[in-house]
């Protein structure tokens, strides 16, 4: 659960690595497209609490597996999560410190802002 | 360019209110769609940067009157911005001290989030 992801490793066995933008690609209306799905808000909450690589099978959502993998996807391509397979686990982990460096402070804020509205009297 | 908005002025003469979310029915997730947009972003700038009111008319877009008009509807609907007509202008404005108080320093950090993608190189 605290392997770093790398999204290089094409060449290590039984790895195989799924097309991510570039930190440079990554665009902040994306990311807020991506996190403003309340599935997804859901997976990247587990991922942050977590620290590290989530296999998508351990992450609880009340979705059909086909889109938990339809939503995996968006995180993905808008730059908020890596995708790596390591074997036949594909397993996930936040982009962190891209998204830190990119938007300094924003993730954090998305994080707290979804902790404080479950504790809303109507939450 | 600085009358603060009153969503309940009902009885002002030339006053018409529309609808709004109570700030305890603006959810996170809705509010991170409403930024989603890259017009909708530009309205929220510009907006922030004017610290008060503006009319629609004064905002410049990059899109037609009635897509304006969507996006503008869109921010409001989901908490964002407040809108009201004086006589026959529509007038806008953040609805900073709601979101400031659901979400501490997410708006704050989006507004900075876009001011630096500008500064990006490939900007």
């Known amino acids: 659960m605290t392997t770093p992801i790398t999204t290089t490793a094409t060449d290590r066995p039984g790895t195989r690595v799924l097309d991510h933008p570039d930190r440079a690609a990554i665009r902040l209306e994306d990311v807020l497209h991506a996190l403003a799905d309340p599935v997804r808000l859901q997976i990247v909450r587990r991922l942050a609490a977590a620290q590290g690589e989530l296999s998508c099978a351990v992450i609880e959502l009340p979705v059909s597996k086909s889109t938990c993998t339809h939503h995996f996807r968006v995180l993905r391509e808008h730059g908020v999560i890596c995708q790596i ?10 982009r962190r410190a ?26």
């Open 85 to 94: 397979y390591r074997g036949t686990a594909k397993m996930n982990g936040l």
């Open 98 to 123: 891209d998204l830190d460096e990119l938007f300094p402070g924003l993730l954090e804020r998305v994080l707290e802002a979804a902790e404080l509205q479950d504790t809303r009297p109507d939450a």
